[in-house]
């Protein structure tokens, strides 16, 4: 197995409202999206495959990133960490980097999932991202935390 990579990335701050699908960023949320938009493209040595929610305040926040990136209904603001690890395949997905933009508490339940073997309601804040990486170590996986990256401290 070689390694893959887990780029789990909440949406920016958006506007209060309803329907909650359509609620936009605000302008901080845009501004705290190209901070960290800015610092993967930085990091990321290969350009990931990006699986995005259909709400509006995630398609603006993968925006941020690259303007080529797919859609999945099922990712969602009702999704569970089992939607998200379908999505992409894991834990063998065909591409080596993954990024799913995606909602709280998703996201954290499926980071306290991946790292620890127990769902648990881990937060992650408004634009952060969680970066995992699955490697092999003497013949058995391995997961990593890579980066938790804060839009506050870019």
């Known amino acids: 197995m070689s390694q893959c990579h887990l780029i789990l990335w909440r949406h920016a701050e958006a506007e209060e409202g309803f329907p909650d699908h359509v609620r936009a960023l605000t302008e901080r949320g845009h501004r705290k999206a190209r ?27 993968a925006s941020a990133f690259s303007r080529h990136f797919e ?6 603001t009702h999704a569970r960490p089992r939607d998200l690890l379908q999505a992409c395949a894991w834990p063998t997905p065909a591409d080596p980097y993954t990024l799913l933009v995606g909602h709280q508490p998703t996201l954290g339940e499926t980071a306290a999932w991946l790292l620890t073997g127990e769902p648990a309601p881990w937060s992650v804040r408004k634009g952060a991202l969680w970066w995992l990486t699955q490697r092999e170590r003497d013949g058995r996986p391995q997961l990593i935390l890579r980066a938790v990256i804060d839009p506050e401290l870019i």
Do not use: C, D, F, Y
């Not at 901070?35 to 493209?41: G, P, R, T």
């Open 35 to 61: 901070q960290v938009a800015h610092w993967l493209k930085i990091h990321l040595p290969l350009e990931p495959r990006i699986l995005v929610s259909p709400a509006q305040r995630t398609q603006q926040t």
């Open 71 to 76: 859609t999945v209904s099922h990712l969602g």
